[in-house]
């Protein structure tokens, strides 16, 4: 495909104040072109300069599962919904603490409690309690049995699993470190093909970071027969992607 063009004209101050930005917003990535820019050094008023952008994706296996762990109970009274709430939620998180998962990876992510109403919206048939356990599971080839004793021993009765990256940071300069190298490769190109040199690095900006993680499990209180052979969740990779645009000068 070919190379496209443009040709823009700024102020060699504006050059010079943004000689190195990072920005964290998403957008498309631009072929790399050859570009003018206004310098008072020079006789003809006119620099040129090389910008390419560079792209990476780093796929790590997940070291981390994130696990929604949801309970209900539904009665006559609001109060009576609520007590019986907590005495699901106590046998739920004593379960969670008894697979060795420390206070510090457990925590509520949602709780809530609210009223029933009839087929005519107008009348209340009861009320209903929720609570959402979120819990950090950092082995997650065993994740399908945690799973299990969570529901049919601790009584949860809505799963959904997500996986993540416990330091994310790492592969995300990986992936940086390879699209910097893929834009000054389509520098160089650039500019052999026109016939010129890349000079220094005038701007690096960071211009997109995404982590494809595989789509979350949900699962339903079926898994709560206690004959069920050992849940499978297959792990997957993560694909971490990182966009990069560089400016380079023409030596």
């Given at each position: 495909?070919?190379?496209?063009?443009?040709?823009?004209?700024?102020?060699?101050?504006?050059?010079?104040?943004?000689?190195?930005?990072?920005?964290?917003?998403?957008?498309?990535?631009?072929?790399?072109?050859?570009?003018?820019?206004?310098?008072?050094?020079?006789?003809?008023?006119?620099?040129?300069?090389?910008?390419?952008?560079?792209?990476?994706?780093?796929?790590?296996?997940?070291?981390?599962?994130?696990?929604?762990?949801?309970?209900?109970?539904?009665?006559?009274?609001?109060?009576?919904?609520?007590?019986?709430l907590a005495t699901r939620a106590a046998k739920l998180i004593a379960r969670i603490k008894s697979l060795g998962v420390n206070d510090k990876d457990l925590s509520t992510?949602?709780?809530?409690?609210?009223?029933?109403?009839?087929?005519?919206?107008?009348?209340?048939?009861?009320?209903?309690?929720?609570?959402?356990?979120?819990?950090?599971?950092?082995?997650?080839?065993?994740?399908?049995?945690?799973?299990?004793?969570?529901?049919?021993?601790?009584?949860?009765?809505?799963?959904?699993?997500?996986?993540?990256l416990a330091n994310p940071k790492a592969a995300q300069a990986e992936a940086r470190a390879l699209a910097i190298a893929d834009a000054k490769a389509k520098a160089?190109?650039?500019?052999?093909?026109?016939?010129?040199?890349?000079?220094?690095?005038?701007?690096?900006?960071?211009?997109?970071?995404?982590?494809?993680?595989?789509?979350?499990?949900?699962?339903?209180?079926?898994?709560?027969?206690?004959?069920?052979?050992?849940?499978?969740?297959?792990?997957?990779?993560?694909?971490?992607?990182?966009?990069?645009?560089?400016?380079?000068?023409?030596?």
């Amino acid at each position: 495909m070919p190379q496209s063009f443009r040709l823009l004209v700024i102020p060699i101050a504006v050059v010079v104040a943004c000689s190195v930005a990072v920005a964290a917003v998403i957008v498309a990535s631009r072929a790399p072109v050859l570009v003018n820019v206004r310098s008072a050094t020079t006789a003809s008023g006119i620099d040129s300069a090389i910008l390419a952008s560079g792209d990476a994706t780093v796929s790590k296996k997940p070291d981390l599962a994130l696990l929604n762990a949801g309970i209900e109970s539904r009665a006559s009274t609001a109060a009576a919904a609520q007590s019986d709430l907590a005495t699901r939620a106590a046998k739920l998180i004593a379960r969670i603490k008894s697979l060795g998962v420390n206070d510090k990876d457990l925590s509520t992510s949602g709780y809530w409690i609210g009223p029933e109403y009839g087929s005519t919206g107008q009348t209340i048939t009861g009320y209903r309690a929720g609570e959402q356990l979120q819990v950090k599971w950092h082995n997650v080839d065993t994740v399908g049995r945690t799973l299990d004793a969570i529901v049919q021993e601790g009584g949860a009765t809505n799963i959904s699993i997500g996986f993540g990256l416990a330091n994310p940071k790492a592969a995300q300069a990986e992936a940086r470190a390879l699209a910097i190298a893929d834009a000054k490769a389509k520098a160089q190109a650039m500019a052999s093909a026109a016939g010129v040199h890349v000079g220094q690095v005038i701007r690096v900006s960071d211009v997109s970071i995404n982590t494809r993680t595989p789509y979350p499990y949900t699962y339903g209180a079926a898994l709560a027969a206690p004959d069920k052979a050992v849940t499978q969740v297959p792990v997957g990779d993560l694909d971490v992607q990182v966009s990069v645009e560089v400016d380079y000068s023409i030596a």
